[in-house]
């Protein structure tokens, strides 16, 4: 075999390892933030997920390097047609993963990216002519395209140890479904119920309310509790709002580690800090002798709070792109691998699941839960965190019926029916007259985020009028409650933590303790 023999064979290996990591980067893409978000958003272990992303790309990389060789035994013409169609696949899919790179950093390009897939049939056929009719000019883009994809090809040296290194770790299981067993009493005792609706806005729900959208029962709720009006954000994002909250301790920047427990920065001690389950709320809870509930979204509270809590249950808010693909943790690493071809015949069939599948699967399953934790009195204090009215929409706010698509005004009318069910269970609970309900939001509804995507609505637009308000939702109705109190003084949304601290402390019990504590308290 000629030294020219070995190098070809050598170079067209290496594209064909760069075009399967290309071509996969979507699937292995989260397993590489440096703060290891995905992981932490993620139930855990991985380790059946990444085997069939490295069955993928072992596979992929055989099928690549026979259809180069293949290509290399045509005749010259139609071998140049072909290697031009191949180099411009890869340029296609560079450009599109840079275009969703941009999207995920909130930069207004999916109308860009939606026309951008929408090109790959033209983009195809036009680098075929090009190469057929003008081979000069085309053939040295060619070369230096396939050239960058084989020197692309040295990134597995970093990407698959990583892979592995993912794989391997140890990841304690937990069983969600009652953790510590409830201890059971037969007396009485107050109850509290705490329901947080993501992405809730009090300029939407309260103050300037589209025309036409009813929120009866969260009105209803707003007469007889009290109701701040000016609270102030501990943040932006969900995964640093709650924990802050829980804490009553702000923090901005956190990360993972592979097992996926929570490290934050300790801006006094400049250092990452682990955080303390027994510091939050549900730990305060447990050393009082509360029996602890969550029924949760996004945050892994069944895996950070699991020491704290008799029952739990979580719907992951980091859904993998081979998880959409049918993929799963539960499956072997054969039928993982398998996800990528089947997502494929799905787009090509136009069966394919989408983001908002995805979310009308959590409400449902979350509501169900929500409901059955309700109606065991047992749990003494339940958090309910909601993935609505977080876009995307998944309502009809007219027949009042659950469906793709509809706008966050849908979603706002969505959050108010599904407090009217959880409010009807609290009512005919056993512990109803000893119940105390918390209805709060993270943050208020991100306009910014939002306006520059493309299905934002002309009601949207209206109902914002591209202004973003940033004032989340705090209601408290204390059992017997029947005047509305607006808190209008401004107040840190952090003074949940202590509001509820000291209702698990047994220090605020009703409207005049609440009261007498807001007085005394500093403001914003």
Same mark, same amino acid.
């Given at each position: ?17 760069g ?33 069939g @992303?490295? %069955?993928?790309? =072992?596979? !992929? #990389?055989l099928?690549?390097?026979a +259809? ?5 035994? *045509? ?9 031009a ?21 909130w ?34 883009? @060619?070369? %230096?395209?396939? =050239?960058? !994809? #084989?020197?692309?090809?040295?990134? +597995? ?5 990583? *892979? ?18 409830a ?61 802050? +909250? ?6 901005d ?56 809590l ?22 072997s690493v ?10 494929l ?11 908002v599948?995805?979310h ?163 403001r914003?």
């Open positions: 075999m000629s030294g020219g023999d070995k190098g070809m064979k050598l170079r067209i290996f290496l594209e064909a390892v075009a399967a990591l290309l071509l996969l980067f979507p699937y292995y893409l989260p397993f590489f933030h440096p703060n290891n978000h995905a992981l932490f958003h993620h139930d855990l272990p991985v380790t059946n997920l990444i085997g @992303v490295l %069955v993928d790309l =072992l596979g !992929l #990389a099928l690549t390097a +259809i180069l060789f293949a290509i290399h035994c *045509l005749s010259p013409v139609i071998r140049r047609v072909a290697e169609i191949f180099a411009s696949l890869i340029l296609w899919t560079a450009i599109l993963l840079v275009l969703q790179i941009l999207i995920d950093m930069f207004p390009l999916s109308f860009w990216q939606h026309r951008w897939q929408q090109s790959l049939f033209v983009i195809l056929v036009s680098a075929g002519l090009l190469a057929y009719f003008f081979p000069r000019a085309m053939q040295p883009a @060619v070369r %230096v395209l396939r =050239l960058a !994809l #084989a020197a692309y090809a040295f990134s +597995i040296i970093w990407v698959v140890p990583h *892979l592995f290194s993912l794989a391997m770790a140890h990841c304690p299981t937990q069983s969600y479904a009652s953790l510590h067993p201890s059971t009493s037969e007396q009485p005792r107050q109850r509290i119920i705490w329901i947080l609706f993501d992405e809730l806005s009090y300029e939407q729900t309260f103050a300037h309310r589209a025309v036409g959208l009813d929120l009866p029962n969260l009105t209803k709720l707003q007469a007889a509790s009290f109701s701040f009006s000016n609270l102030k954000p501990a943040g932006y994002y969900t995964d640093r709002i709650i924990p802050s +909250i829980l804490t009553g301790q702000r923090f920047e956190y990360r993972s580690t592979l097992d996926g427990r929570l490290l934050y920065m300790d801006e006094s001690q400049h250092r990452w800090v682990a955080y303390d389950p027994s510091a939050t709320l549900f730990g305060l809870a447990q050393r009082n002798g509360w029996n602890v509930g969550i029924d949760g979204w996004y945050n892994p509270y069944c895996r950070v709070l699991a020491s704290f008799n029952s739990c249950y979580w719907i992951p808010g980091s859904i993998l792109p081979m998880e959409q693909y049918g993929a799963s943790q539960n499956r054969l039928v993982n691998a398998a996800a990528a071809p089947r997502q015949w799905a787009v090509l069939t136009g069966r394919a699941k989408t983001p599948d995805q009308l699967d959590a409400y449902r399953s979350l509501m169900s839960h929500a409901q059955e934790l309700i109606g065991n009195n047992q749990i003494q204090f339940l958090f309910i965190h909601f993935p609505v009215p977080h876009p995307p929409g998944i309502y009809d706010r007219k027949h009042h019926a659950l469906r793709r698509g509809g706008s966050y005004l849908d979603n706002l009318s969505l959050a108010d029916d599904s407090l009217g069910a959880l409010l009807q269970e609290i009512d005919t609970s056993p512990a109803a007259a000893q119940t105390t309900v918390i209805i709060s939001s993270d943050h208020s509804w991100r306009v910014p985020i939002y306006r520059s995507q493309e299905d934002w609505s002309t009601e949207e637009e209206q109902a914002t009028g591209g202004r973003f308000d940033d004032r989340p939702v705090l209601l408290i109705h204390f059992p017997g409650q029947v005047a509305a109190r607006e808190v209008s003084d401004p107040y840190s949304e952090l003074i949940e933590h202590e509001m509820i601290a000291r209702m698990l402390s047994g220090q605020i019990n009703n409207a005049g303790q609440l009261t007498t504590f807001l007085t005394s308290h500093a914003y």
